[in-house]
């Protein structure tokens, strides 16, 4: 649809992807992405970390149960979607406003880990997850970025 607010979002999981289904039985699966901006103080000679953005995301149908399937807590992903906007009444009565990542394509980085993919068959649901935790040293690639210049690599 034209003029929607397309964006992409790299970030980490800050849960695994909660998989329900409507009462249709339609899957439906649920998180967030944690996304933190990072820049380098040269005067402290050190990484400094931003406010981090908090974005819940949501997918459907098939691709509910590749994603619940597929990733977990604490994998960087790049999600690209659309913004969603939705007004709702809390307990309260209080109105309020939420807005989250209707998304279109995500997938885990590949920036400091590996993946290997799998391709599901039409009309099947996700392989069973693998077992998957950053090893020591993936885990530290995860806290500390490179130490890149601001020469252009190529």
């Given amino acids: 649809m034209a003029g929607e607010t397309l964006i992409t979002v790299v970030g ?7 998989l329900r289904y409507t009462q249709s039985g339609l899957p439906v699966a649920n998180f967030t992405i944690a996304s933190t901006p990072r820049s380098f103080d040269r ?7 931003g406010e981090a953005l908090f974005l819940r995301a949501s997918v459907w149908r098939e691709f509910a149960e590749h994603v619940a399937g597929s990733l977990s ?9 659309r913004l969603r906007q939705r007004a709702y009444t809390d307990r309260d009565g209080n109105n309020r406003t ?23 068959a039409s009309g099947q649901s996700a392989p069973p997850q693998q077992d998957w935790a950053p090893s020591a040293s993936d885990a530290d690639a995860w806290a500390t970025p490179g130490t890149f210049g601001d020469d252009t690599p190529f």
Avoid at 43 to 49: G, H, I, R
């Fill in 12 to 18: 980490n999981l800050t849960a695994d992807p909660e």
């Fill in 98 to 120: 939420a807005i989250e990542l209707e998304v279109d394509e995500i997938g885990p980085s590949l920036r400091y880990a590996t993946a290997q993919v799998t391709r599901a």
């Fill in 43 to 49: 005067q402290a000679n050190e990484w400094k970390d």
């Fill in 73 to 81: 807590k604490g994998m960087r992903v790049i999600a690209q979607g």
